[in-house]
């Protein structure tokens, strides 16, 4: 099962062949709707978007739902705290920003809601924003969805999270999200090696990286170790090339719309040439 998803993503050998990386749709089509909203995800669909990436928590009550920030309110305007709150409390709230919904009421949705947008052959992108005490509610969660294996993406920036993934479904693929930044030296930090030792003390499948920051010697150097190596987030359809070029697998975005459009004109150039 695991060759099969590595080489859904590129990955059954090391060969570092440019192929137009996947287009993952942050937060849903973030840019022009709520973002983790229903409405989002929906919209990056119809947009072609590869997979869609949402952000997740669970309730004091055990429900894993779908918001980025600890509380809600950045985006519904009163605060409740997420892991304090239940999830008959949550459903009362509605996104009120900071893009505003159509005409429809548009609500905190549940991980079930969300993994039940996803459509066959497509991915969903499972960030964990809270600890391991997630990890058998979101299994179960994925169960339920009837998802297969290959669909499923769980990222996180906390490596024990990501470990704790493994260890309960070591066939589903599972990125450790990291930064590199230049020290005073000009050199990246974390160092490649340090990341090659986590990866591989955490059980990752490989790395999604911060596009500002990024070099080419890096995203080489981590596939070359026989890594996934992929990317957030990144607008620019330029420096999405220039990723592409670069060997990354997947590209995650505000704007699904323009980048499906960018890469698929980037690789249709490539092919000519």
Known sequence: MMMRILGALGLAGVSLSVASPLVVAHRG?????????????????????????????????????????????????????????????????????????????VGIPSARQVFATVPVGKRVVVEIKCGPEIVPALM????????????????????????????AAPVITAHWLLRFERNWLGRSKPSVKSVLATLKE???????????????????????????????????????????????????TNVPATMVGALADGEAARLDH
């Not at 999270?161 to 493994?166: R, Y």
């Not at 890096?218 to 620019?236: L, M, N, P, S």
């Open 29 to 105: 089509a973030s840019a022009e709707a709520p973002e983790n909203t229903l409405p989002a995800f929906e919209l990056a669909w119809q947009q072609g978007a590869g997979a869609v990436e949402g952000d997740f928590r669970m309730t004091s009550d055990g429900v894993v739902v779908c918001i980025h920030d600890a509380d809600t309110q950045r985006v519904t305007g009163r605060k409740l705290v997420v892991k304090d709150s239940t999830w008959e409390q949550l459903q009362q709230l509605e996104i009120v920003g900071p893009v505003a919904p159509d005409d429809r009421p």
């Open 202 to 252: 955490i059980g990752a499948d490989g790395c999604s990286a911060k596009s500002a920051g990024l070099k080419e010697s890096i995203v080489r150097e981590v596939r070359q170790a026989g890594y996934q190596f992929h990317v957030w987030t990144e607008d620019d359809p330029a420096r999405a090339q220039q990723l592409a070029e670069w060997g990354v697998q997947s590209i995650t």
């Open 140 to 167: 179960g969660d994925l169960e339920a969805a009837g998802l297969a294996d290959d669909q499923v993406v769980v990222i996180a920036f906390d490596a024990e999270v990501v470990a704790a993934v493994k260890r």
